[in-house]
């Protein structure tokens, strides 16, 4: 399928969800979620390719676009409000990641997946600690070092729950303030009149030049940056690098004046999320049989146990979009919990977002270990 066709598809789904989101009763959902749940299903009947046979389009979308909403976004960002978010979203981050390994442990307790696994089993194990600590990078850096990328049915396997699984928390993070919320110092997800304009301001074409100029170079700056920075042998993700750009520059007042910034990210943010939903897979779940159904199970399994301990702690904190940005930094990494964070309408949450998130990369790898390593001895 030619790419122009899939991207005019996608910007449908996102122009019926916004459609809907704005007109009907779905504005208590949310059009981010609408999005996800369409390119989704759109995926899984085949309308559109799904995970197994992504197009260039998808990793386009993923190392170029989703940056780009990132860079755009961060630049209304009221740094201000910083102080009053960062720690209770690190600490509820921690909790987190604490919760990701007690579910694995659970998930492995209460399903038959070692008895089917095997001597794979700790590896498993080990993966998807990491990856619902950390991300993609996590789960891979285990793959390769107990070989279970050479179980070519096995991983492909664990790769389509992952990225079944990621999407459905995203839904359940992207309602979780909404179904909890009564009573949370956290504002509610219905589209409020203020954040409606700020997703229909206007541009010229100066202004989305100069933003796309901007952009631009501030994606190849942090990406160079980054990789000449890991030659030397110190390690700094280029979403950090990306960040402290757009940070900068947010405080000058010539970018402070560009209008529609928020209408472009917005929508880049948006094609980014239906990108997500075009992930997740059904058929390639289907496709290993018993193995796919006991893998499904299990971080079921997890996540309950991670998303449990995360409610009884957002019981104290009482703002519950701190709670699922936590939790949607875990499980999807940081460039998801940014999303939420700005779908949210929470600019004070998301630099903690775009934190936790880069240390759950840094931390995801050696927590599965840990776990894999207790799993095996």
């Not at 940056?67 to 987190?96: C, Q, T, Y």
């Not at 006991?294 to 409610?311: A, E, N, R, W």
Request: include cysteine; glycine fraction near 10%.
């Amino acid at each position: 399928m030619q790419a122009a066709l899939i991207l005019a598809i996608l910007l449908l789904a996102i122009v019926v969800a916004e459609w809907l989101a704005r007109n009907t009763w779905l504005r208590q959902v949310g059009a981010a979620l609408l999005v996800i749940l369409f390119a989704a299903i759109a995926a899984n009947l085949g309308i559109i390719p799904s995970a197994s046979n992504a197009p260039p389009l998808y990793s386009g979308v993923f190392h170029y676009v989703a940056p780009f909403a990132i860079f755009v976004l961060l630049l209304e960002v009221d740094l201000g409000r910083l102080r009053e978010a960062g720690l209770p979203m690190l600490a509820a981050f921690v909790i987190g990641s604490l919760a990701t390994a007690a579910g694995t442990f659970a998930g492995l307790w209460v399903t038959p997946l070692a008895a089917q696994l095997g001597d794979l089993t700790p590896a498993l194990g080990g993966m998807f600690t990491a990856t619902y600590t950390g991300g993609s990078v996590n789960f891979n850096a285990l793959a390769l070092h107990y070989e279970v990328n050479a179980e070519g049915v096995l991983y492909a396997g664990a790769l389509a729950v992952d990225n079944i699984m990621t999407m459905v928390w995203m839904l359940v993070t992207l309602l979780l303030p909404r179904v909890l919320g009564r009573g949370s110092k956290a504002p509610s997800m219905a589209v409020s009149p203020k954040a409606r304009a700020a997703t229909t301001g206007t541009i010229d074409i100066p202004g989305l030049a100069t933003l796309l100029m901007l952009a631009a170079a501030a994606i190849w700056s942090s990406e160079v940056l980054a990789g000449a920075l890991d030659s030397v042998g110190i390690t700094v993700p280029s979403i950090l690098i990306l960040t402290t750009i757009a940070l900068v520059l947010a405080q000058l007042g010539p970018v402070k004046r560009i209008g529609g910034a928020k209408v472009i990210g917005m929508l880049a943010l948006h094609l980014f999320l239906a990108v997500i939903g075009a992930h997740a897979e059904i058929a390639a779940l289907i496709g290993i049989g018993d193995l796919g159904l006991t893998l499904l199970l299990f971080v079921t399994v997890l996540l309950l146990v991670h998303g449990g301990i995360l409610i009884l702690c957002g019981l104290f904190l009482r703002d519950w979009h701190v709670i699922a940005i936590a939790s949607q930094a875990n499980i999807g990494g940081a460039t998801t919990a940014i999303a939420l964070a700005e779908v949210f309408e929470r600019d004070d949450l998301v630099i903690p977002a775009i934190l936790v998130g880069s240390l759950g990369m840094a931390l995801g790898t050696y927590l599965g270990f840990a776990v894999a390593g207790f799993l095996a001895a």
